[in-house]
């Protein structure tokens, strides 16, 4: 950290990071969350299923999988996608419908299953949701690429979730995990301080989004927002700056468009992951683009409790001000050490020449006598 320890980038950073941390998973939500994919694996690939000789694969994709997961907003649901590899010479729809299949005959899964456009979603009870991707390999494009039912087109669309994980991972510096036999567990949960600034940045973005759109269904994904967000970072050192890089490159690319932006899979170029907008969720895209650059510039402005209650309309109430305790427990803490110092031109920083000691604060208006 910083010498100075309330200058504003230090200040700011360590809100940032606090609210990263109020907006991860609990404990609770994250085993349970390990239970359900575990459990529906288990369902898909038994040894007595009709999908068996197909010799299926499951593994997680998607947040969970890259470690961008964040608590829900209001309503909201979070989120837990899977892929059901088969391996086999089907019709698109032939697939989709052995894996419907297979979870209709669960009691539990056939009274919460919802078939979707390309995935087949359990709603649990709470506050989530379990998706499962049908797929086949599509190795002679790329080594991880697959093909995936859409019932829309009533046919084949291109994915590669295994080497989108890989690209996302080396840009944030996680290691990547080959596709297994059988059924492929959750990663472990990460801490926050151990994510890497890209992570963070990807978790305020979508916290972001989700506290703008309020639960419009025309919110961006959160896959586009992660592409977008992981193909400008130039190895930012903190959230705030690779968020900062990501905003003004996502600003750059809507104004060099020439129409709806195109966001291709990095890994997989016929795959579009912007091709769910039409005018006006892109419009609502631009917006929310331009006025999250202009809070987070307003952001670098602000202190002391106009920063705190500016970070509550961002990003909600709760983390904020759980992170606006945690800085004041930490210059708490440095001020009992003694390790807070006010320098000439009045910032508290560590100790260091031409410095005088804070001292104790008793938080009842005044300071107490060292």
């Keep these: 950290m910083s010498t100075v320890l309330d200058s504003h980038a230090t200040h700011l950073s360590f809100l940032l990071d606090g609210i990263c941390r109020a907006i991860q998973l609990t404990a609770t939500q994250q085993e349970d969350a390990k239970r359900k994919y575990e459990a529906v694996s288990k369902w898909l690939a038994d040894p007595h299923s009709a999908l068996q000789r197909f010799n299926p694969q499951v593994f997680p994709q998607g947040s969970v999988a890259i470690g961008t997961t964040t608590k829900p907003v209001g309503r909201e649901d979070h989120d837990v996608d899977s892929v059901?590899?088969?391996?086999?010479?089907?019709?698109?729809?032939?697939?989709?419908?052995?894996?419907?299949?297979?979870?209709?005959?669960?009691?539990?899964?056939?009274?919460?299953?919802?078939?979707?456009?390309?995935?087949?979603?359990?709603?649990?009870?709470?506050?989530?949701?379990?998706?499962?991707?049908?797929?086949?390999?599509?190795?002679?494009?790329?080594?991880?690429?697959?093909?995936?039912?859409?019932?829309?087109?009533?046919?084949?669309?291109?994915?590669?979730?295994?080497?989108?994980?890989?690209?996302?991972?080396?840009?944030?510096?996680?290691?990547?995990?080959?596709?297994?036999?059988?059924?492929?567990?959750?990663p472990e949960p990460e801490d926050a301080d151990a994510k890497s600034p890209l992570q963070?940045?990807?978790?305020?973005?979508?916290?972001?989004?989700?506290?703008?759109?309020?639960?419009?269904?025309?919110?961006?994904?959160?896959?586009?927002?992660?592409?977008?967000?992981?193909?400008?970072?130039?190895g930012e050192r903190t959230e705030i700056e690779a968020l900062t890089a990501a905003l003004d490159s996502m600003a750059s690319e809507i104004s060099a468009s020439p129409g709806i932006l195109v966001?291709?899979?990095?890994?997989?170029?016929?795959?579009?992951?912007?091709?769910?907008?039409?005018?006006?969720?892109?419009?609502?895209?631009?917006?929310?683009?331009?006025?999250?650059?202009?809070?987070?510039?307003?952001?670098?402005?602000?202190?002391?409790?106009?920063?705190?209650?500016?970070?509550?309309?961002?990003?909600?109430?709760?983390?904020?001000?759980?992170?606006?305790?945690?800085?004041?427990?930490?210059?708490?803490?440095?001020?009992?050490?003694?390790?807070?110092?006010?320098s000439s031109i009045g910032l508290v920083t560590a100790a260091g020449r031409g410095t005088q000691p804070v001292p104790p604060h008793n938080f009842y208006g005044g300071a107490s006598n060292p």
Excluded at 96 to 113: G, K, M, P, S, T
């Design 200 to 234: 963070r940045a990807v978790q305020l973005l979508k916290r972001r989004r989700d506290v703008f759109f309020n639960g419009n269904q025309d919110a961006a994904r959160s896959i586009v927002l992660t592409t977008l967000a992981a193909r400008s970072h130039g």
């Design 263 to 342: 966001v291709l899979n990095p890994t997989l170029p016929d795959e579009n992951f912007g091709d769910g907008w039409d005018a006006n969720s892109y419009a609502q895209f631009e917006r929310f683009v331009r006025s999250f650059r202009d809070e987070v510039s307003k952001l670098q402005r602000l202190s002391g409790p106009d920063l705190t209650a500016e970070l509550s309309r961002m990003f909600g109430e709760r983390p904020a001000t759980r992170a606006a305790e945690q800085w004041g427990e930490h210059l708490r803490r440095q001020r009992e050490a003694k390790r807070l110092h006010v």
């Design 84 to 186: 059901a590899l088969l391996h086999g010479s089907f019709d698109a729809m032939e697939l989709y419908e052995l894996v419907h299949d297979r979870l209709r005959e669960h009691a539990d899964y056939r009274r919460i299953l919802e078939p979707k456009k390309r995935c087949l979603r359990l709603n649990y009870a709470g506050d989530i949701h379990l998706d499962v991707l049908p797929a086949q390999p599509r190795r002679w494009i790329t080594e991880t690429g697959l093909l995936v039912p859409d019932r829309e087109l009533q046919d084949w669309s291109p994915s590669d979730p295994k080497g989108f994980i890989a690209w996302f991972g080396h840009i944030s510096r996680r290691p990547y995990r080959e596709i297994r036999l059988g059924v492929e567990p959750l």
